[in-house]
């Protein structure tokens, strides 16, 4: 089974800048989408951008325009571009990806994003 593992994440201001990273143990070729997820305290997890194998992208509406998915399969690695940070923004993020029609029920440890007012 494909292992992921984030990176990148950290204490910013509002208005600055992150890049998630999320390495994958095998090739990401195979995946239908790869996607990044977020889980702020006491809230549910929810999709934040997702990226098909074709690469067409998906972003909810709060991030669409300040976060850019992308991925690079010759490193088995996404990335999440994250500009114009909010508070409402913090969370830990997990990736994840689509093989067979869902996203899989594992997840990562993820990284923490953090963004002071």
Do not use: H
Request: charged share 20%; net charge positive; aromatic share 8%.
């Amino acid at each position: 089974q494909v292992q992921l593992v984030e990176s990148g994440g950290g204490l910013v201001e509002t208005g600055g800048s992150l890049k998630l990273s999320c390495s994958a143990s095998g090739s990401i070729l195979s995946a239908n989408r790869m996607g990044w997820f977020r889980q702020a305290p006491e809230k549910q997890r929810e999709l934040v951008a997702s990226i098909t194998s074709s690469g067409r992208t998906y972003y909810r509406s709060s991030v669409n325009g300040r976060f850019s998915i992308s991925r690079d399969n010759a490193k088995n690695t996404i990335y999440l571009q994250m500009n114009s940070l909010k508070p409402e923004d913090t969370a830990a993020y997990y990736c994840n990806l689509d093989l067979d029609g869902g996203w899989r029920n594992s997840w990562g440890q993820g990284t923490q994003v953090t963004v002071s007012s």
